[in-house]
């Protein structure tokens, strides 16, 4: 069975300001792991995924993210938030055998100038 | 990155009428995709798998004969939305997968979906 917990359905913080959006998973088969960004009225952009290889993952527009087997987390982090960062963030675990993702339930990331 | 299309997106129709959303898989093919709903402020929930060449998989609580699903190709799913009604008013988001060995899904653009 897999699950994904983000801690924190939302988080505000200032421009140029730390990004840090919380994700822990569980897994019985080794996972792969999402990160899914969403802007009002669209689908869901990915971000970066973790498949096995580097446990630190680059992204797109300046995001990464870490998978730690001990902690079972999958923190997103960015160094420097810009206003176009606000929107809603999902974690996602996947690997099991119907190629289906469960998701979390979604951090809304406000950036305030 | 593979593209995926939806359409329309953005429907208004009349309680009791039926509605069909198309999701496209543009440079890839997908023997499966999935569609979900999204309600406001609120996570994905997964509707149902569905199968080329096979019927799809409904989540439990998911009615089938209400969410009729059709993979006519390894690149067109369709949603259809039977005699809608207001409580079916969502936003609407199909997603295929890419790469067998790393599931990562790409998602349409979605489909809002307004019942009066």
């Known amino acids: 069975a897999q699950s994904v917990t983000q801690l924190g359905s939302h988080v505000s913080v200032s421009e140029g300001a730390l990004v840090l959006l919380r994700c822990n998973y569980s897994?019985?088969?080794?996972?792969?792991l999402f990160w899914y960004v969403q802007y009002p009225n669209q689908g869901l952009q990915l971000l970066l995924k973790?498949?096995?290889?580097a446990t630190l993952v680059k992204g797109i527009n300046g995001f990464e993210a870490e998978f730690k087997k001990s902690e079972t987390s999958f923190h997103l982090t960015k160094p420097s938030a810009h206003m176009s960062d606000a929107a809603e963030y999902f974690c996602?675990?996947?690997?099991?055998?119907?190629?289906?993702?469960?998701w979390g339930l979604g951090t809304s990331l406000a950036v305030n100038p | 990155g593979a593209v995926v299309s939806q359409h329309p997106s953005r429907v208004i129709c009349k309680s009791g009428t039926s509605v069909k959303i198309e999701c496209r898989s543009l440079?890839?093919?997908?023997?499966?995709m999935f569609w979900y709903r999204q309600f406001p402020k609120k996570s994905l929930m997964l509707m149902a798998t569905?199968?080329?060449?096979?019927?799809?998989?409904?989540e439990q609580g998911v009615e089938k004969d209400k969410f009729l699903i059709n993979h006519a190709s390894l690149t067109l799913s369709t949603l259809t939305v039977t005699s809608a009604h207001p409580e079916d008013s969502s936003f609407y988001i199909c997603?295929?997968?890419?790469?067998?060995?790393?599931?990562?899904?790409?998602f349409g653009p979605g489909t809002r979906l307004t019942v009066l």
């Open positions: 997603s295929a997968p890419q790469g067998f060995s790393t599931d990562t899904q790409y």
């Open positions: 440079d890839f093919q997908a023997t499966t």
């Open positions: 569905s199968n080329e060449g096979s019927k799809a998989t409904y």
């Open positions: 897994s019985s088969v080794p996972p792969y």
């Open positions: 973790y498949t096995s290889a």
């Open positions: 996602a675990v996947g690997g099991g055998n119907n190629r289906k993702l469960i």
